[in-house]
């Protein structure tokens, strides 16, 4: 794991928007497409894998994120400690997939970012950044999707009623989160 400073140094809280980064949270990207794949995630991580374009599924422990369809995200719904170098999980599932050439596993808990945006006008500043249409996404919770805020790529996760977790990579992290303290600003 990389020893990095956080994106957000404070919480930002704007009238109507917080914005908060979720820090240490595991992530791991799985590639993948034949059924022994998805038998043997099945099996690993006790959860389906959603198949339906721009869903999730969830467990106690985990979040599965649809990327494509032989592309997942899977994010631990726990905080682990920032000390953490290697992940069970991670280790598990790359003895049981990748060295069996079954599909791909990749940590990528130190490449993206996770923020949580809460309020009832998040949606109006995703509104202003992004191309995407958000209607049916905020309707639908579990409902996911890839985009582009403010010519950043990113992955949203619509967590619940006016939440969404959104994964950006760490490179571009703290513009976005300037950007979009900036927009919450003029609402």
């Not at 908060?20 to 059924?35: A, D, P, T, Y």
């Not at 022994?36 to 969830?58: H, Q, R, V, W």
């Not at 579990?142 to 619940?160: A, P």
């Amino acid at each position: 794991m990389l020893n990095y400073n956080s994106v957000i140094k404070n919480e930002i809280n704007q009238e109507s928007v917080s914005v908060k980064e979720i820090s240490q949270v595991m992530k791991i990207n799985l590639r993948g497409k034949r059924r022994e794949f998805l038998k043997n995630i099945g099996k690993n991580l006790n959860m389906i894998l959603p198949t339906e374009a721009n869903t999730s599924t969830t467990s106690d422990k985990l979040t599965a994120i649809w990327l494509s369809p032989d592309e997942w995200m899977i994010v631990s719904n726990q905080l682990v400690s920032k000390d953490a170098i290697k992940y069970e999980l991670h280790e598990m599932l790359f003895n049981s997939i990748s060295k069996t050439n079954l599909g791909a596993v990749t940590n990528v808990t130190d490449q993206f970012v996770q923020l949580e945006l809460k309020g009832k006008n998040i949606y109006e500043i995703f509104s202003a950044g992004s191309p995407f249409n958000f209607n049916e996404f905020k309707e639908k919770k579990g409902s996911t999707t890839q985009t582009v805020l403010n010519h950043i790529d990113v992955i949203m996760h619509h967590k619940d009623e006016n939440v969404v977790n959104l994964f950006v990579r760490r490179s571009f992290a703290e513009h976005l989160c300037s950007w979009i303290e900036d927009c919450a600003s003029r609402l």
